[in-house]
């Protein structure tokens, strides 16, 4: 009987490398190299680019006061620039709940989406914040509309005896109740007081005369569509980033048209009411001139100008994600629309510091 022994090199059917070629990855000692992931010079760009926008977006109503009224003639009131930052921070607050909320509520219409399965919620800190932007700005309106320099010009108690004061301690107890309850087992009932909010804002915006409650229903349109708007896209990217690390893409293309349904008739709503707004401001024939020569109206012409960019970017976010198959595509448009709509936050909360135009 015969054997037939094995070459020595290795087992049967192993083939030898030829004279003078490479060792194999992994073979006498040599390791394979480690491939090791850079990050993109774009990649780069785009984060300092959206740092850079909410960089400005807290500087605007810091800043914007001032140079809004340049060469206008119009007088700048004496807390301007803190009530434009406490608003700023008042909207954002809002925008943050009302976007958790919403996108909360649209979670379980969506086939196989997994239940519990959402970013760490921001509501708590969000109401927090919005808490003591409110009692900021009604020491404020205490003090007769001037930023109080001493603890003795904290008067609190002269809130009870003006309309503005009365308003100033419902959006107190409004982001109050909010922050309870979101911190509560019922998170969601925190839409509730943040209702009241908006109401209490809508009637502080229009103290006029003449059709008080025509103005104050169109900016309650405006404000509570704008915060589903803003609040919503930012909860929604959260959620998508989430989980797509969980090979939930389906259900993240499924969430993306959900939202980007709702969206489009939300701008529509935001676009309507805010020319109506306008136009109950500004009389149809002296529009294009005061955009450019009154405070309100260049602030108001940058946030128009803000809103088309954003508008432009949520076109081309839907494309991109709809031509890749791929919810993950709206990332990279969508983080520079959630920081333009940052601006657009901080611009209207400067609108609210400034002069109201004559309509003549």
């Known amino acids: ?13 192993t083939p030898r490398p030829a004279e003078g070629a490479a060792p194999a990855p992994g073979e006498h000692g040599v390791r394979p190299a480690r491939v090791v992931a850079l990050p993109s010079a774009t990649g780069a760009a785009r984060a300092l680019a959206v740092v850079g926008l909410l960089t400005l977006g807290a500087l605007i109503p810091l800043l914007g006061p001032g140079p809004a009224l340049e060469g206008t003639g119009e007088a700048l009131a004496p807390a301007a620039r803190p009530v434009g930052v406490l608003r700023t921070v ?39 914040c919005g808490l003591l932007a409110a009692v900021a700005l009604s020491a404020i309106v205490a003090n007769g509309n001037i ?9 609190f108690g002269e809130l009870y005896g003006t309309g503005d ?8 107890n409004a982001f109050a109740a909010a922050w309870l309850l979101a911190l509560s087992k019922r998170p969601g009932l925190a839409a509730l007081p943040l209702a009241v909010l908006v109401v209490a804002e809508a009637v502080r915006a ?10 104050s229903a169109l900016t309650l349109v405006h404000l509570t569509c704008g915060a589903l708007w803003a609040g919503g896209l930012l909860q929604v990217l959260r959620v998508l980033r989430l989980w797509q690390g969980h090979g939930l893409r389906a259900q993240g293309a499924a969430l ?37 020569t009154t405070g309100y109206g260049r602030t108001l012409l940058a946030k128009l100008l803000l809103l088309a960019v954003v508008a432009v970017l949520a076109l081309r976010a839907r494309r991109r994600a709809v031509a890749a198959g791929d919810p ?15 601006l657009v936050v901080a611009v209207s909360a400067l609108l609210t510091a400034l002069p109201v135009p004559i309509r003549w």
Do not use: K
């Open 328 to 342: 993950g595509a709206v990332f990279a448009p969508g983080r520079a629309e959630v920081a333009l709509l940052g």
């Open 256 to 292: 993306l048209a959900r939202y980007a349904r709702a969206a489009a008739w939300l701008f529509a709503a935001v676009t309507v009411t805010g020319t109506l707004s306008t136009l109950r401001r500004m009389a149809p024939h002296t529009v294009l001139e005061q955009l450019t």
């Open 1 to 13: 009987m015969s054997f037939i022994r094995p070459p020595a090199d290795g087992p049967v059917g």
């Open 90 to 128: 008042l909207f954002a607050a809002l925008c943050v709940q009302a976007g958790e909320i919403w996108v909360a509520r649209m979670v379980p219409a969506v086939r196989g989406a997994p239940a519990g399965l959402l970013p760490r919620v921001w509501s708590p800190a969000a109401a927090c």
């Open 165 to 172: 004061g009365v308003l100033a301690l419902l959006e107190i």
């Open 206 to 215: 229009h103290p006029e005369i003449e059709t008080p409650l025509l103005g």
């Open 147 to 155: 930023w109080p320099r001493n603890l003795s010009e904290l008067r």
